[in-house]
């Protein structure tokens, strides 16, 4: 049983790392623009195509695909906070306008990926040697190892950008006090549209690990990821990129270390039943300031 | 500092399209002088700040700078001309420390890292405060202290116009005080500064020229001594504000 638990421990990490990348990604949109992206999953599984078509037509592997799938993914978000984001960040409750607007977008993105793709799920040609390694009575797959790795680097790239450079404190700061951003010199709509960009960028390379990490992926799932996303920033903080991180590791340890002892419906449960237990104890979240505007 | 001429002529300005809140207002600010709007509450004087920082669109009329018009300019790029704005609402940020605070006022002229090092350097031999509070979140200073950090923000840019939006409201007379010295000392040095203030009888100490608004429109206009020896000026001042304005 302690070694089973182990196991459930380890997997948590594993997978609460790249649930905190899901929820990173939707927590610096959600902080800055008071944007409600219910179309994150749908990103997340164009980036997960991406890497798919990438393979099948360039040849590139997943890894090289994800700074090209960065790249995309941060221009098609840039150029969308121009022509839709702008207009909900004016609205007097962008909160309530843009999460109508989102999740209409992710209808028509998922109906899309039906019409372009087609229903049948579909896996990347990716694996490592070995397949697994061995830690004592511990088996950890190579492709969740990599993964793991490239969620703590990207992490780790972005803390570095939020609270070491002057753009990511602007970004910060844009959450902390939005009326104030304007005085000191910053451009708020170009800020704003680099954060989409940032955002969408990041759900692209999501993509691209999940697909690497989970089995398949199909145009169905996106709401999923989206699910996942929400708890683990309500846990974390809204607003709070570093809370997501908690938050995502979290939720990966509570829902994997049940599945040692239920099935995964039930661990997907008391994932929900933890989700509840901190709104009703610290409902701003673990990191998350009441009243944040 | 090099402050420059700031006008404007027949400003007018809508809420939500159809609530007037400015109706042909004008205008003039000089370097080297304290400007101050005075008028009851709702009478414009915010929203003239607002309007010249580029937070609100005007409907008619034009604000220069130093002889430039910038009506189409948008609030980020009038920081960059040199337009500097502490509002009445607090606008730190409460989670960055006061060092950080004063770099993202450095954000104009974000590339040039030596010319930050000077200006927060600067500021820090202005403000010993905030020096030692340097690492400490804005949140953790007191309401006076954040005061001065929104106004050392404000200064970090070497701005020719400063905007002052009730800078003492809520704050200890005591540092209200030292505020008030700032400001005058800012615009012997140069500045042009444009101050909206409640409280009359110390807007009036230490302005060089008043504007009283009334409506959204422009009451009445003139130096300290116009409003001190003109007996109509003077009158209306004690009528609205309850306080007669002496040389």
């Given at each position: 049983m302690n070694e089973l638990l182990l196991q459930g421990l380890v997997n948590g990490i594993v997978v609460g790392l790249i649930y905190a990348l899901i929820g990173v990604s939707l927590n610096v949109i959600f902080g800055v623009?008071?944007?409600?992206?219910?179309a994150h999953g749908e990103f997340i599984v164009l980036g997960a195509y991406g890497a798919y078509f990438a393979q099948q037509l360039?040849?590139?592997?997943p890894l090289l695909a994800m700074p090209l799938v960065f790249l995309v993914f941060g221009l098609i978000g840039y150029g969308l906070y121009f022509l839709l984001v702008q207009r909900l960040s004016r609205s007097n409750d962008p909160e309530h306008a843009s999460l109508l607007v989102m999740f209409g977008l992710s209808l028509v993105l998922g109906a899309l990926m039906l019409l372009a793709f087609e229903a049948d799920s579909r896996s990347l040609n990716f694996s490592l040697e070995p397949p697994f390694l061995m830690f004592g009575n511990v088996i950890l797959p190579t492709t969740k190892l990599l993964g793991l790795g490239v969620s703590v680097v990207i992490t780790g790239c972005l803390a570095y950008f939020l609270y070491r450079t002057m753009p990511g404190k602007a970004l910060r700061a844009i959450i902390m006090n939005r009326d104030a951003i304007?005085?000191?010199?910053?451009d708020l709509n170009h800020l704003s549209a680099l954060t989409f960009g940032l955002g969408l960028g990041l759900a692209g390379i999501t993509g691209i690990i999940v697909s690497m990490i989970f089995p398949s992926f199909s145009p169905f799932i996106g709401q999923d990821y989206t699910l996942i996303g929400f708890i683990v920033i309500v846990l974390g903080g809204l607003g709070h990129p570093i809370g997501a991180v908690a938050g995502g590791i979290l939720f990966g340890l509570a829902e994997q270390t049940a599945m040692v002892f239920f099935s995964g419906t039930v661990a997907m449960l008391l994932g929900f039943v933890l989700l509840i237990a901190v709104i009703l104890i610290r409902p701003a979240g673990l990191f998350g300031v009441q009243n944040l505007r | 500092m090099d402050g420059v001429e700031l006008s404007m002529e027949n400003i007018s300005v809508a809420y939500n399209g159809?609530?007037?809140?400015?109706?042909?207002v004008a205008l003039r600010a000089q370097p080297g002088e304290v400007t101050g709007i005075i008028g009851p509450n709702g009478a414009g004087k915010s929203t003239v700040l607002k309007t010249i920082f580029g937070l609100l669109t005007t409907r008619t009329g034009a604000i220069h700078m130093g002889g430039r018009d910038?009506?189409?300019?948008k609030a980020f790029q009038r920081a960059l001309e040199g337009i500097a704005f502490v509002p009445q609402n607090r606008s730190v940020f409460?989670?960055?420390?006061v060092y950080d605070n004063l770099l993202l006022g450095c954000w104009p002229f974000r590339k040039d890292k030596a010319r930050i090092t000077r200006a927060i350097a600067a500021t820090f031999d202005k403000f010993p405060v905030l020096k030692e509070r340097s690492?400490?979140?804005?949140?953790?200073?007191s309401g006076g202290q954040q005061r001065f950090l929104e106004i050392a923000r404000a200064l970090v840019t070497d701005p020719k116009v400063i905007l002052l939006d009730e800078?003492?409201?809520?704050?200890a007379p005591k540092i209200s005080k030292d505020i008030y010295a700032l400001t005058r000392s800012l615009a012997d040095q140069g500045a042009t500064i444009i101050l909206v203030d409640q409280n009359v009888r110390q807007c009036a100490a230490i302005s060089d020229r008043l504007h009283i608004l009334e409506l959204g429109r422009n009451k009445a206009e003139g130096t300290k001594e116009d409003f001190a020896t003109d007996g109509q000026l003077k009158e209306m001042v004690a009528e609205w504000m309850n306080y007669r304005i002496d040389v």
């Open positions: 623009l008071r944007v409600v992206n219910f360039l040849g590139l592997s304007q005085i000191v010199g910053v | 159809d609530i007037t809140v400015l109706q042909g910038i009506t189409g300019l409460p989670g960055l420390s690492a400490s979140p804005a949140s953790a200073l800078p003492t409201a809520m704050i």
